[in-house]
């Protein structure tokens, strides 16, 4: 048995909360609203985060994770705070934080301000502490996983051994869990996946087919290669979970707050009307604002990418995103 904190109590941050306590751990949850904890604690639901799930009576919710960490013995802290809202808790962490532990992150995005990934901020933030890291990343949305439907998704860490202590923490019946060590290549995928599942609902949101859809997510995972290779990432890596599976579903499902986005723009509705009518975060509208500036600066091919941030922030118009590949000279498709 782990003492496990899990910071953040959205949709994820609840769900893994619930798998880790039925993996039998000792898991204390921390979620910012007050409120919400509060409904968390008494009902034992999180209903504006994952509705109609029951939660374990042996979840603790509690107050103050620095009280927390002060007044047991952690193990695990588990991150699933959107990545723009990041450095205040890792600012809080630094102060209280007193002993090594394993920090998971399930996050992913980019920082806008400083172009980095969330690794590179914890490394920022935590300099001096006694950490691993390890990013839990996958084709895994939390109403499934909370239903016990199948899934797979990676721990991946530049510590194997912590990428293998995370594997046996989560894995279970209906969650499997893989191990790699390209902490780049899956980090740079989880984020900009997200601005591809916004134009993937773009098209959806257009009226256009799975012909359409199928073209631009295909044209888009070679731009993220294009993207990778400026990172010096591992291209298998974009061809695994964390990479074309996490692909797959952020772009197709119902469930995805991105493509959802996309599907609105493409409906004609502006982007802030949007995000401010959602009760979670679209990780992609934030991330390709800091993906455009890495873009341009590092002349890199990404067209569709640069496309889905003008139409986003610049009043592009949104049937110029899917109709801009083609429309461009012919060429041969890997050159």
């Known amino acids: 048995m782990k003492n496990i904190l899990v910071i953040g109590g959205g949709s994820w941050g609840t769900c893994l909360s619930k798998l880790l306590v039925e993996n039998k751990n000792n898991v204390f949850l921390w979620e910012y609203n007050e409120k919400t904890r509060n409904v968390i604690r008494e009902k034992r639901e999180n209903p504006v985060f994952l509705p109609n799930i029951k939660l374990p009576n042996e979840l603790k919710v509690v107050d103050s994770y620095c009280e927390t960490l002060k007044n047991e013995?952690?193990?695990?802290?588990?991150?699933?705070?959107?990545?723009?809202?990041?450095?205040?808790?890792?600012?809080?962490?630094?102060?209280?934080?007193?002993?090594?532990?394993?920090?998971?992150?399930?996050?992913?995005?980019?920082?806008?301000?400083?172009?980095?990934?969330?690794?590179?901020?914890?490394?920022?933030?935590?300099s001096g502490k006694d950490y691993s890291y390890v990013l839990l990343a996958g084709p895994t949305h939390a109403e499934e996983v909370a239903l016990k439907l199948p899934s797979a998704i990676l721990s991946v860490?530049?510590?194997?051994?912590?990428?293998?202590?995370?594997q046996h923490l989560f894995s279970n019946s209906y969650f499997r869990v893989y191990t790699g060590t390209d902490l780049v290549?899956?980090?740079?995928?989880?984020?900009?996946?997200?601005?591809?599942?916004?134009?993937?609902?773009?098209?959806?949101?257009?009226?256009?087919?799975?012909?359409s859809k199928a073209a631009l997510i295909t044209r888009g995972i070679n731009e993220i290669l294009e993207i990778g290779k400026y990172y010096h990432a591992d291209p298998k890596t974009f061809m695994g979970l964390s990479g074309l599976g996490d692909i797959i579903v952020t772009c197709t499902s119902k469930h995805s707050r991105n493509?959802?986005?996309?599907?609105?723009?493409?409906?004609?509705?502006?982007?802030?009307?949007?995000?401010?009518?959602?009760?979670?975060?679209?990780?992609?509208?934030?991330?390709i604002k800091a993906l455009y500036a890495i873009i341009k600066e590092n002349n890199i091919q990404a067209p569709i990418m640069s496309a889905l941030y003008e139409v986003i922030y610049e009043n592009r118009p949104v049937n110029e995103l899917v109709s801009l590949f083609m429309n461009r000279n012919l060429r041969s498709e890997f050159i």
């Open 73 to 126: 013995k952690i193990d695990v802290i588990l991150l699933a705070t959107p990545t723009q809202f990041l450095r205040p808790i890792l600012k809080n962490l630094k102060e209280c934080l007193s002993y090594k532990v394993i920090i998971v992150n399930v996050a992913k995005g980019i920082e806008i301000k400083s172009k980095k990934r969330i690794s590179e901020v914890i490394d920022e933030e935590l």
């Open 157 to 166: 860490s530049l510590d194997e051994k912590a990428a293998l202590e995370i």
């Open 185 to 211: 290549g899956a980090e740079l995928s989880g984020a900009v996946k997200n601005c591809l599942a916004i134009a993937a609902g773009i098209s959806d949101g257009l009226g256009f087919g799975d012909n």
């Open 259 to 287: 493509r959802y986005v996309g599907e609105e723009l493409g409906k004609g509705r502006k982007i802030d009307d949007i995000i401010s009518s959602m009760k979670m975060v679209s990780e992609g509208a934030e991330t």
